[in-house]
């Protein structure tokens, strides 16, 4: 079975109302106040498999370390 797995961790999306907690959601790389969003998608289907979420602050690739997204060896070739 030949896997095909698209997956995107790049999505930011900017807070425009900020509450008391803002510090948790500011990135200094973009100097604003946003989340983060990290989706696996099926490259056939276009169907979502599997999303995650967190504040600005954390980047990406710890992002993708704390989902355990395990992506199959045949797939990664694909890419």
Known sequence: MK???LI???HK????????????F???KKRRHTLNSQLVVDKKTKQV???ACTNGKRHDFRLFKK???KIHPRSARDY
């Open 49 to 51: 498999i599997y999303t």
């Open 67 to 69: 989902s355990a997204t």
């Open 8 to 10: 995107r961790v790049k």
């Open 3 to 5: 896997l095909s797995l």
């Open 26 to 28: 500011y990135s200094g």
């Open 13 to 24: 999306k900017r807070i425009k109302n900020r509450n008391n907690k803002q510090k948790n």
